[in-house]
């Protein structure tokens, strides 16, 4: 028989495989190390004996074609790791049972509650086997119910000869939460022409647009002195930068105020001292252009802020982080179209949604690889009342079974429609 994806999700949270972004190892924890060899191990146990693991600790593995002739080889992929932002280590997978709409008190913290009434998502799930972490702990459904899945379709097929598919390649991956998973990602090496991550919520969502998404760096420069024979001396660059702070908005273009398409500037580090203090401001917007138009705000800003102060300077840094991935899949409009095929097919309805945020598809996808993102049903990410449940997961491994088909079927290349517009 089968694992099931739940069995194998239960193995897996149990690893702590907690990023950490301080880190300059990579992968940044040892821990993400021993899950990417155990599935190394797991791969091979059910046969497929190519999968290994690089130096940098991505694994690859491949399932052989079962059809003959020229099928485009396509690949799935998901990310070991675990937030940074919450424990990893210590993970006890509770499985509620038949879940009946009352709340679930997680036992170890009962201050940490599940309530239908403030999870809208709950209510799909009456009847269903939902999984969560004990209470102190995030569960790491992000995005491990992604690799349980993977595992669970990867060990279907090979069990299934008769399901007709081409090639189909998997990469289990570090580092993703703290943007580094697809660093040394060998795009090469993987050699599919188009990829999954299996990263995402709710049944049947499809996610194929990303923010695109900068880093600025504005740093004030004061001037110290003791602060008792100061007069008419000190420059107090934390003054300054709190004035910058103040002049950002707030009720609008902030994280705190926008949703769907609307982008933000977001103030999320400050490294303070009188002499020099830097702010960290993230910049997103669906629209690349975009981006430009909000770095010129802040930089305007910040000039503003020590306008009053002749004796103080500011410089301002820009780095790149991701781009909208939509940017890179509108040329190859199949990719997301055969996944909306595959979504329904498993009985589902595509539910398509803008990611605020990236993924490692947002990287990929402009590294030459195009990836859009599937559901594998994780809810609550990076979060004490994280959850999953196990029908969920078992709905992502059928669509992974569909894809795997719908790209075998004659003129899978070839380019449907192109996509309807971007939004306004
Ligand atoms: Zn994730």
Redo the contacts with the bound molecule.
């Keep these: 028989m089968d694992t099931s994806a739940l069995e194998r999700f239960l193995r897996y949270v149990i690893v702590d495989t907690r990023s950490d972004e301080r880190a300059s190892t990579f992968p940044s924890t040892p821990g993400q190390l021993t899950l990417l060899r155990q599935l190394v191990d797991e791969l091979k146990a059910i046969g497929i004996d190519d999968a290994s693991m690089d130096e940098h600790g991505y694994v690859m593995a491949t399932i052989p074609a079962t059809s003959p002739g020229p099928i485009p080889v396509i690949g799935f992929v998901a ?1 070991v790791d675990t937030s940074p932002e919450m424990p990893g280590a210590g993970v006890r997978p509770i499985v509620h049972r038949r879940y009946d709409g009352r709340d679930i008190v997680l036992p170890d913290d009962p201050t940490a509650v599940l309530r239908l009434s403030d999870q809208p998502a709950l209510a799909t799930q009456i009847g269903n086997d939902i999984v969560t972490a004990s209470g102190t702990t995030l569960l790491g459904a ?2 491990k119910a992604g690799v349980a899945a993977i595992m669970a379709a990867a060990e279907y097929l090979i069990r299934h000869p008769a399901v007709a598919h081409g090639p189909v390649r998997i990469a289990f991956t570090p580092d ?2 703290i943007g580094r998973g697809a660093n040394h990602f060998d795009v090469a090496r993987f050699a599919a022409v188009c990829a999954y991550t299996l ?1 995402g919520g709710s049944l049947g969502e499809l996610e194929y647009e990303s923010f695109s998404a900068d880093a600025m760096t504005v740093t004030f420069r004061g001037f110290n002195t003791h602060p008792g024979y100061a007069k008419g001396h000190m420059v107090n660059a934390i003054r300054l930068a709190a004035d910058f702070i103040a002049l950002l908005p707030r009720d609008r273009l902030s994280p705190e105020t926008t949703e769907g398409y609307e982008g933000y500037v977001h103030p999320y580090v400050v490294d303070a001292s009188v002499e020099q203090t830097s702010v960290k401001v993230l910049i997103r917007d669906f629209v690349t252009a975009g981006l430009k138009e909000k770095e010129a705000m802040v930089e305007a800003l910040a000039k503003q802020a020590i306008a009053s102060e002749p004796r103080a300077l500011v410089s301002i840094a820009i780095e790149e982080s991701y781009r909208n991935m939509r940017e890179v899949l509108d040329r190859h409009p199949q990719v997301v179209e055969h996944a909306r095929t595959a979504i329904r097919r498993a009985g589902l309805t595509p539910v398509e949604r803008p990611i605020r945020g990236g993924t490692d598809g947002s990287r990929l996808s402009f590294m030459g690889l195009p990836t859009p993102n599937l559901f594998a049903g994780e809810h609550n ?1 990076h979060s004490r009342l994280e959850w999953v449940s196990a029908q969920d997961m078992d709905k992502a491994v059928e669509v992974i079974v569909e894809l795997c088909k719908v790209w075998a079927e004659p003129g899978s290349e070839q380019l449907p429609p192109p996509n309807s517009q971007l939004p306004k």
């Design positions: 990310h992000d995005d993703e939460e990263d990410f």
